[in-house]
């Protein structure tokens, strides 16, 4: 398998899924600002859609989006519990944690981070952005994950979004449960080891 990324971006996501995971795969840089891989080719050739994550199987079939690309990494080793069975009530909630992270978190950065939004613009993101982190810290209480004591693929694509908070200018010091989450997910060395690959700790 083959994921291409780009640093810091939410194919960190999958990526986290995939050293979980403990499968074989090709991490492949392709920066979104540039759209060029290390070899030279134009990464458009590869996705006409320009962005990350994309997961290239072996066969050569292709998946683009997120929820769907760690799902599809989870049911490859169910002992691993990294998402429950499907056609469960749990295998549901977790699609709703991923969809919920996907839409009202996930999309709700990026205008933060597109050129040429205006202030105000942005300041009524980042309000509706708190008010979902809020929300998401009562979510949190009395519980280590998402789906509760176990780690799933939502945590890691949970601590990949609000890992942009710091970089928007959005404190969550305010949101224990959230924050301990952080530490949490962030101290795991599967996470450690994806962050590491992509520059982002040393």
Known sequence: MKLYYSPG??????????????????????????????????????????????????????????????????????????????????????????????????????PLFTAGMPDE????????????????DGELANKSYLMGDTFTVADGYLFTVANWTKHVGIDISGLPNLSAFMARVGARPAVQDAMRAEGLIK
């Not at 613009?121 to 998401?136: G, H």
């Open 121 to 136: 613009a942005k300041a009524l993101v980042k309000t509706r952005l708190i008010s979902r982190l809020k929300w998401l």
């Open 9 to 110: 971006a939410c194919s960190l996501s999958p990526h986290i899924a995939l050293k979980e995971s403990g499968l074989a795969f090709e991490a492949i840089a392709a920066p979104t600002k540039t759209h060029q891989l290390p070899d030279g080719t134009d990464y458009y050739t590869i996705n006409p859609l320009g962005y990350v994550p994309l997961l290239v199987l072996d066969d050569g079939r292709q998946l683009r989006e997120g929820p769907a690309i760690v799902q599809y990494i989870a049911d490859q080793v169910p002992a691993k519990q990294l998402a429950p069975a499907n056609g469960t009530f749990e295998r549901s909630k977790l699609q709703e944690w991923l969809n919920f992270l996907g839409t009202e978190l996930h999309k709700g950065f990026s």
